[in-house]
């Protein structure tokens, strides 16, 4: 495994700009949509909570973290639930979202601009880390796992959706997932996206990387598109996504 602190880090200010200047005005009409939800979904198949069950049972008055939380809907289904949620996330552009839509809905959470592999938080006091897409997709995993684990108490989840092994191998350099292996599945975990960078590790790494850290692997849900309502986008089509798994989610218990 390579040393984490050799590993480059343009990867932080490429997707701060893209997401400040490429995707805020993009997401932005959507963050209403997600925050007025009543039951938490997941991911681009919309998973429901009542299937994935990625939020604790009790977690009513506890503190949670987000980490990479964009316009900050997952904070909003917490602190809904009655949590008391941090939300963490790199780009001002779609913090500025959140803090809006937190005036209009009048749920409490705290905003945090920061880099999600690095957060001024004191560490071990946190029942919940989680991230939809979020520092699980566009931040380093030996850096940002590493903070997860520092804040969380024992015995805390880490709970998060990302990008499946099987969509990296299968994407171009643009348009949507192949049925054909198109780069090695070895070696390609950190890759360009638009402006920005993502990261997805090998299934076998990744669960390394999660021991390494103190965490026991509770659950890993492989997603299908479903079959019907699901809508294609540029980078997989629900057809696609029937046979292979575009994405995961992902539930681990600290307790190391």
């Known amino acids: 495994m390579a040393d984490p602190g050799s590993e480059p880090t343009d990867h932080v200010a490429r997707n701060r700009v893209h997401w400040d200047e490429e995707r805020a005005a993009y997401h932005a009409p959507l963050a209403r949509s997600h925050w007025a939800q009543r039951e938490p ?4 198949w919309a998973t429901p909570e009542s299937r994935a069950r990625l939020i604790p049972d009790d977690i009513a008055g506890r503190r949670v973290v987000e980490l990479g939380c964009g316009t900050g809907y997952v904070s909003a289904w917490l602190a809904r639930a ?3 949620p941090v939300a963490v996330d790199v780009s001002a552009a779609q913090l500025a979202t959140a803090r809006a839509l937190r005036e209009e809905f009048g749920l409490a959470m705290d905003l945090v601009l920061a880099d999600a592999e690095r957060v001024s938080l004191r560490g071990g006091r946190f029942a919940l880390v989680i991230s939809d897409y979020g520092a699980s997709l566009w931040c380093d995993p030996h850096r940002w796992i590493a903070e997860a684990a520092r804040l969380l108490e024992p015995g805390g989840r880490l709970a998060f959706s990302r990008r499946s092994p099987f969509f990296a191998v299968c994407r171009p350099e643009a348009g949507a ?3 054909r292996l198109l780069r090695p599945y070895f070696g390609a975990s950190r890759l360009p996206h638009g402006g920005g960078v993502e990261f997805t590790l090998p299934h076998g790494e990744l669960i390394r990387l999660l021991r390494e850290h103190g965490f026991t692997v509770d659950e890993l849900i492989e997603v299908a ?6 809508r294609d986008y540029p980078e997989v089509t629900a057809a696609w996504a029937r046979s292979w798994p575009s994405e995961e989610l992902w539930k681990a218990t600290r307790t190391g």
């Open 82 to 84: 009655g949590a008391c």
């Open 225 to 230: 598109a479903p079959e019907a309502g699901a």
């Open 177 to 179: 997932a192949d049925s």
């Open 41 to 44: 979904t997941w991911g681009l």
